[in-house]
């Protein structure tokens, strides 16, 4: 029976033999030499899988977190003091710019209305009067039968009335902006908030805020960056229009990106020490959600919200698997092949990731191939048996889910 030179080399190794077991064992080797040297040969070059690093058109994109604000907001306060008389809303609704919301009790400032443009009156009557006895002296110093005194007296008298008149019509113009004090109208359109006061409360110019009232549409989304990324964004789209060649995004808590797109409309010109961060604030539309109940809309006051900055153009651009960026001290790097297959090791910066796939913003010009799978049994300089890889996935374009609210 043939004895196999794999099990008889496996018996030198691990069975401890006395001198003659081994004569014996070397008796046999001898008799089928042949099977006792066969060993495996040297190993070929490692099976990868390739693919060529395409340039194509992407959409580039930088996330932040930022927070939704309305651009008006203002507390209702009562100006005069007096008796809450009606309110003239339902918490919680939309209400229009000049609607009235609160109204207070009138009769006492009507009233004062009246007794100034009594006091009006009597002042114009002094004053008609005054002007009378200036005339009757200037004509009696004419007919040299008064003197100059009379004529300087009544002229301080008329004097005088004119400035009571002038006294009295701004008493009168006080007491009718009071008057209009105790209507309580919508500085601006928006959605107005619970009621601080029931009707019948004596509410005046220290009491707390009636309510308050936010814009609804257009809404803003505010967010911090960094002064690092400030610099790159601003170098990327610098030679694209600056802040008006991007567009913002935000993706709601559930997932979902919101239909409309903002634009950058402020750039904080001031650092935060704190943090080294900048502000930026976009406009955004917030239309009625179709199908919602009376003044529903996606973008509330305060909420907190994902934010996508994108480029408001494609651009070529390098793209590769992610799976084929390996990293060390040095940075991120990719295998590719030359034409002999041998891996060649290429420094890469990276741009932004889309799905399972990644930007090469600098490192590769397109075309070369690229060990995408078995990379780590690869080495720098090492020929390989290059083979096609499993295609990446698609992905899905910026806008692709669905809509949280309004059009696309």
């Known amino acids: 029976m043939a004895v196999p030179g794999r099990f008889l080399s496996f018996a030198y190794r691990i069975i401890p033999m006395r001198p003659a077991m081994q004569a014996a064992i070397l008796a046999v080797s001898l008799s089928f030499p ?4 066969a060993q495996p040969g040297p190993p070929g070059p490692p099976a990868v899988g390739v693919l060529v690093a395409e340039r194509r058109a992407v959409t580039e994109s930088t996330d932040f977190v ?13 100006r005069v003091i007096g ?9 919680g609704q939309e209400v229009a710019a000049g609607a009235v919301l609160f109204r207070m009790e009138r009769p006492p400032f009507e ?9 009006v009156a009597a002042a114009e009557a002094e004053y008609a009067n005054a002007n009378s006895a200036l005339a009757r002296a200037r004509d009696l110093v004419r007919a040299q039968a008064g003197t100059q005194v009379r004529v300087e007296d009544a002229t301080a008298a008329q004097r005088s009335a004119q400035a009571n008149v002038l006294g009295a019509e701004a008493q009168l113009r006080v007491a009718q902006i009071n008057l209009g004090y105790t209507e309580i109208a919508a500085p601006f359109a928006g959605k107005i908030g619970a009621s601080a006061f029931s009707v019948g409360a004596v509410v005046g110019p220290t009491s707390a ?18 002064l690092r990324l400030g610099s790159e964004l601003r170098e ?3 030679t694209r229009g600056g802040p008006s060649a991007v567009r913002v995004r935000v993706r709601l808590g559930g997932g979902a ?9 402020f750039i904080d010109p001031q650092v935060d020490r704190a943090t080294d961060t900048i502000l930026v604030r976009a406009s955004i539309p917030n239309p009625l959600l179709a199908g919602g109940q009376s003044g529903d809309r996606a973008l509330i006051d305060g909420m907190f919200v994902a934010v996508l900055v994108e480029g408001a153009e494609p651009v070529q651009a390098v793209v590769i698997p992610r799976s084929a960026v390996l990293q060390d001290q040095q940075g991120n790097f990719v295998f590719a092949l030359d034409a002999e297959n041998r891996a060649q090791r290429r420094v890469v910066t990276l741009g932004r990731s889309i799905a399972d796939q990644v930007v090469i913003e600098r490192g590769l010009e397109g075309g070369e191939r690229v060990v995408t799978e078995g990379v780590q049994r690869v080495r720098p300089g090492q020929p390989v048996q290059p083979g096609p890889a499993t295609p990446p996935l698609r992905a899905p374009p910026p806008g692709g889910a669905a809509p949280a609210g309004g059009r696309g």
């Open 236 to 238: 990327r789209y610098a």
């Open 111 to 119: 009233a004062e209305v009246a007794r100034t443009q009594a006091q």
């Open 34 to 37: 042949g099977l006792v040297h």
């Open 66 to 78: 930022g927070r939704i604000e309305a651009p008006d907001r203002v507390e209702l306060r009562a």
């Open 83 to 91: 008796f809450l008389q009606e309110r003239l809303f339902r918490e």
């Open 209 to 226: 805020a009636l309510a308050t009232i936010v814009s609804q549409d257009p809404m803003r989304v505010s967010f911090p960056i960094s």
């Open 257 to 265: 990106i919101y239909g409309q797109v903002g634009q950058i409309d």
